[in-house]
């Protein structure tokens, strides 16, 4: 008579188990814990170039004017009759909101730069309540505007045979360091709020060589 296998006893099994549990919640948990230190939702996406540009007031604006502070971009024309208003309208939301917070600019750059001088885009500020100070309207010379969309924000912009522009209707958010870290499109649901909350995660951020306060 040959010896059966012995089996093991009802609390080994339970253990086996229990320990395999374990190990796998565990290798997931550090997966996961991977992941997030991996991904960072707002990653620089590009650089914005150099750049310099005449304001609504005549007044040169250069990309050093804007280091130091958060601004979200957007490219527009006076003349569009396509989603131009619409994406002035949500800027001019997001202007309302935020006329107290000091280190956050909008900036409108036009793509039909031989119609939109600093006059045209003054008068098409005014109308909509814009400060100067803090919501900057754009125009240079054509073909700046357009290796600075392309090339430098990463935008389309296309012409059709009369010279009409077709371009993006994306809004960039760019950091204090002038790095684009987020795009949105502008049929994305809640576009404003989502600004609101990607500015504030940039505003949140550490000034790079600032230090802090130390207890007198």
């Known amino acids: 008579m040959s010896d059966a296998p012995k089996r093991l006893p009802f ?34 996406i590009g650089v914005i170039p150099s750049f310099r540009f005449m304001t609504q007031e005549g007044k040169t604006l250069a990309k050093e004017d804007l280091l130091g502070k958060v601004w979200v971009a957007d ?65 240079g010379p054509k073909q700046e505007i ?27 958010v760019i950091d204090r360091e002038g790095r684009i870290r987020r795009t949105r499109n502008l049929d994305e649901p809640e576009v404003v709020q989502k600004l609101f909350m990607d500015i504030g995660n940039l505003l949140r951020e550490p000034v790079i060589g600032s230090t802090p306060e130390t207890k007198q």
Not at 90 to 110: F, G, H, Q
Request: glycine share 4%.
């Open 11 to 44: 609390a080994a099994w339970v253990i086996a188990f229990a320990v395999a549990g374990l190990l796998i919640l565990a290798a997931s948990r550090l997966f996961k814990s991977s992941e997030r230190r991996s991904v960072d939702p707002m990653a620089p």
């Open 75 to 139: 490219f527009i024309f006076t003349r569009c009759n396509g989603p131009c208003p619409l994406m002035t309208s949500r800027m001019a939301e997001i202007a309302r909101e935020l006329t107290k917070t000091k280190d956050v600019r909008l900036v409108s750059v036009t793509v039909d730069p031989g119609h939109d001088t600093p006059g045209v885009l003054r008068e098409y500020a005014s109308r909509m309540q814009a400060d100067p100070s803090r919501w900057i309207f754009l125009t």
């Open 146 to 172: 357009d290796d600075f969309s392309r090339k430098g924000m990463f935008q389309a912009l296309a012409y059709d045979a009369n010279g009409v522009p077709t371009h993006s209707t994306r809004f960039l």
